[in-house]
């Protein structure tokens, strides 16, 4: 099954309702499952995220809604990962850490790094059909995480950015701009984010090496435990 967090989930359901959204018309997309919001260790199928942001977006009449989500998600909500990454020690570490450890939140995409010459590109490929609302989320939170994070003047400035989901409207165009601040190519083969390697460098304010590890090593213990029980 393609799952997210609770986490993620519970931030999401929180987020809808104050956009306007009546609560008891969010938590019914989730059917019974709305009770287990505050189960950490549960995991929601991803449809129950595709038919909350799909309703969001038809009522909230906000094609963007991916990217204001993923905007307003704290660290915390990727749940042992984000922990990990505020105590990391730069971003190319937190990276590092998302690679390895990103299905504690999800195990809706794959995540590459891969660099040419002095360029990084940063790309999330899904591996089941799912809406544009979610690579929003990821690659907004993902730049949110880094300003919030990175030591003030740090270059976080993106080359370009590629999106596989078609031009959104004028209002909702706006809206990307904004977020990326960079040449965006809509209908791309790939979802990927384009930026000067040496952001990869970038020191972060709350680095603590010794915790670092030792939840690193929790979250491992955490996977394999997982692989486990879906065997």
């Given at each position: 099954?393609?799952?997210?967090?609770?986490?993620?989930?519970?931030?999401?359901?929180?987020?809808?309702?104050?956009?306007?959204?009546?609560?008891?018309?969010?938590?019914?997309?989730?059917?019974?499952?709305?009770?287990?919001?505050?189960?950490?260790?549960?995991?929601?199928?991803?449809?129950?995220?595709?038919?909350?942001?799909?309703?969001?977006?038809?009522?909230?009449?906000?094609?963007?809604?991916?990217?204001?989500?993923?905007?307003?998600?704290?660290?915390?909500?990727?749940?042992?990962?984000?922990?990990?990454?505020?105590?990391?020690?730069?971003?190319?570490?937190?990276?590092?850490?998302?690679?390895?450890?990103?299905?504690?939140?999800?195990?809706?995409?794959?995540?590459?790094?891969?660099?040419?010459?002095?360029?990084?590109?940063?790309?999330?490929?899904?591996?089941?059909?799912?809406?544009?609302?979610?690579?929003?989320?990821?690659?907004?939170?993902?730049?949110?995480?880094?300003?919030?994070?990175?030591?003030?003047?740090?270059?976080?400035?993106?080359?370009?950015?590629?999106?596989?989901?078609?031009?959104?409207?004028p209002e909702s165009l706006r809206a990307y701009k904004a977020v990326f601040n960079c040449p965006i190519e809509f209908?791309?083969?790939?979802?990927?984010l384009s930026f000067k390697s040496n952001m990869l460098s970038s020191p972060l304010n709350s680095a603590n090496q010794?915790?670092?590890?030792?939840?690193s090593a929790q979250a491992i213990e955490l996977i394999s435990e997982n692989d486990r029980i879906n065997q």
């Amino acid at each position: 099954m393609y799952f997210v967090s609770s986490q993620i989930i519970r931030s999401l359901v929180h987020f809808l309702i104050a956009q306007g959204l009546a609560p008891e018309a969010v938590n019914k997309r989730l059917l019974n499952r709305a009770n287990h919001l505050d189960d950490s260790r549960y995991k929601y199928p991803v449809s129950d995220y595709e038919q909350l942001m799909t309703f969001a977006a038809q009522h909230l009449c906000c094609d963007h809604i991916g990217l204001k989500f993923g905007q307003s998600l704290k660290t915390q909500s990727w749940g042992l990962l984000g922990h990990i990454a505020l105590v990391s020690d730069s971003l190319g570490k937190v990276l590092q850490h998302a690679l390895q450890l990103n299905t504690l939140v999800r195990n809706v995409g794959i995540i590459q790094l891969h660099h040419e010459q002095q360029t990084s590109h940063l790309s999330w490929y899904p591996s089941t059909k799912i809406q544009h609302y979610m690579v929003d989320e990821l690659f907004s939170s993902w730049l949110s995480f880094a300003k919030y994070c990175s030591f003030k003047n740090t270059d976080l400035s993106l080359i370009k950015v590629q999106l596989t989901r078609s031009e959104p409207k004028p209002e909702s165009l706006r809206a990307y701009k904004a977020v990326f601040n960079c040449p965006i190519e809509f209908h791309a083969t790939t979802n990927t984010l384009s930026f000067k390697s040496n952001m990869l460098s970038s020191p972060l304010n709350s680095a603590n090496q010794e915790l670092e590890q030792l939840l690193s090593a929790q979250a491992i213990e955490l996977i394999s435990e997982n692989d486990r029980i879906n065997q």
